[in-house]
């Protein structure tokens, strides 16, 4: 009976606005472990040539939730909604990746950061289905992994549009993303 009563005292201590952070991120992907969504676009040869400035010519946006399992040493963590942005620019067929943890912000926003100062985005379901993905508030994210090699790209808000609008795209176009340590890796 004690400890339900610790649990309960717990439970209430945790503001309402804590408790309402997770239903925004359930939104994009439901508490199931592994469980995933994606989306994604593609700019278009003639789009391209009406907009000579876009760097930009395609984006895919994932993110996944991920349970770290209770063991006998330590018990279960937070939950953690990892995300992966591939990025293609104009000039090159190569994905530059991104790869963190996304977060519901003081605002209601979903923030999507690379750990290592690496930036990241803001990110919103729009009533379509479809999501913006915005760089506006970091003002960058680095497309590569926190401790990679040098040859990643970055995307600045003075060198790209702030703001893109993906189409929803089956599950399985963004690969599983595990999360290892807390950093988010490629399976």
Known sequence: MRHLIVALTLLLA?????????????????????????????????????????????????IQFAAEPATVEHPPGPPLWNFELGVTLRGSDAEHVAQGNCYTNASGTIACLVECDGGGVDVGKLANGDVSVDLTDTGFIRLLACGGDSTGAMLLTSTVANSYQLQSVAPASCARIIAPGGDAEVE
């Open 14 to 62: 945790v503001p309402a606005s804590a408790q309402e952070d997770l239903s925004a991120l359930e939104a994009f992907v439901p508490r199931i472990n592994d469980a995933r969504a994606c989306w994604a676009t593609a700019f278009g040869q003639s789009y391209l040539a009406e907009h000579p400035r876009q760097q930009v010519t395609s984006m895919r946006f994932g």
